[in-house]
């Protein structure tokens, strides 16, 4: 099989394992995020009904964003779906991240619209989670320091492996 199919294949695996627990009613949709190279999306989905209330894009008309595959485009798109939603009356959604990992330009899009007032992640677990991230890397970035021998000392030369015949 050729494997653009079976990366096709395991992302729509992923999309439906992520997908089959998520519900977006009209008091509470499911809020999904796409990503790409050049761009993201957000949408505000009422599956009840088939309806998406709203949605955000970071090439949308309007925005002013230079690039939109990056981490900032990302938490703007997140502010701008969470003040279209709390225009229409929403305070909180089920965020569906597709087939695409919670970390990056999906976390920034989270924390964006649940800081805009779109509660759709506990920030409170996020920040405990990151916090013991950044504890544990010290001690794992810092190994025990090698005793440096001051330079002259050890094997002496002329010992190590033979050059070869030279002519």
Do not use: W
Not at 25 to 45: C, K, M, N, W
């Amino acid at each position: 099989m050729d494997a653009q199919k079976i990366k096709a294949k395991q992302a729509q695996r992923r999309r439906y394992r992520v997908r089959k627990d998520i519900y977006g009613t009209p008091e509470r949709p499911r809020l999904s995020v796409h990503r790409t190279g050049l761009h993201i999306y957000a949408q505000l989905i009422d599956d009840l009904n088939g309806v998406t209330i709203a949605a955000a894009a970071s090439n949308a008309k309007g925005t002013t964003l230079k690039h939109g595959a990056n981490i900032a485009a990302a938490a703007a798109v997140g502010k701008d779906i969470a003040e279209k939603a709390t225009a229409k009356g929403i305070k909180e959604a089920a965020f569906d991240r597709g087939q695409f990992r919670f970390h990056g330009r999906i976390l920034a899009v989270a924390k964006a619209a649940t800081e805009g007032g779109l509660v759709c992640t506990n920030l409170e677990s996020l920040k405990a989670k990151l916090a013991a991230r950044a504890e544990a890397k010290p001690a794992e970035a810092a190994p025990a320091k090698k005793e440096s021998k001051p330079k002259g000392e050890g094997k002496p030369k002329g010992e190590g492996k033979p050059k070869g015949d030279k002519k």
